[in-house]
């Protein structure tokens, strides 16, 4: 799948490209939201995932968002959709549309109505129709994740439970490695 597919169906059907046209086939082999700002996102980021993002922390730096897609570009990411522009950022600076095109790097502005799952579930079951149940189960695992996130307050509880849930020992890391849990 590629960013022109994504632009196809589900949540991103009415979204727009605003920059980076060129890499309208890059690669989609996964999707991910972003709201981190950070010079080491390039630490963690992957190759061919379209990241999803408000850009919430740095919405008036054009300077950071200029490192975040760098970051992007380089580490061969697919592209990025900024969503919620209405209530955050209200425009994209000149620059970082400069950027995106000189870059080829695709800058997708999704409809402001659309929320994040509206935009990763659709896109995630394609991907693991085409990618059969090893994809789809991890899919599973993160929205079971997501769910004790939201219904658990103890961290170490929620590691637990997601190893009890699929018995294995499951390894959870930081950005940096690190492990979390066991």
């Known amino acids: 799948m590629n960013i022109r597919d994504v632009l196809e169906f589900g949540g991103l059907k009415d979204a727009q490209i605003v920059a980076g046209f060129d890499g309208i086939s890059n690669e989609v082999s996964s999707i991910s939201v972003l709201e981190v700002a950070d010079t080491r996102i390039k630490s963690w980021v992957l190759e061919q995932q379209l990241y999803i993002t408000s ?106 439970t997601m190893s009890d849930e699929y018995n294995k020992e499951i390894f959870f890391l930081d950005v940096n490695n690190n492990i979390l849990y066991p």
């Open 55 to 160: 850009f919430y922390a740095i919405l008036q730096n054009t300077k950071m968002q200029k490192i975040v897609i760098q970051a992007l570009h380089e580490k061969k990411s697919a592209g990025l959709v900024i969503c919620h522009i209405d209530l955050f950022m209200k425009t994209i600076h000149p620059e970082i549309i400069d950027l995106c095109n000189r870059l080829n790097f695709p800058l997708i502005v999704a409809n402001s109505g659309v929320s994040y799952v509206e935009i990763i579930n659709p896109i995630l079951l394609k991907l693991s129709d085409d990618l059969g149940n090893e994809y789809y189960n991890i899919f599973d695992m993160q929205n079971k994740f997501i769910q004790n996130i939201a219904t658990k307050k103890d961290v170490n509880a929620i590691f637990k």
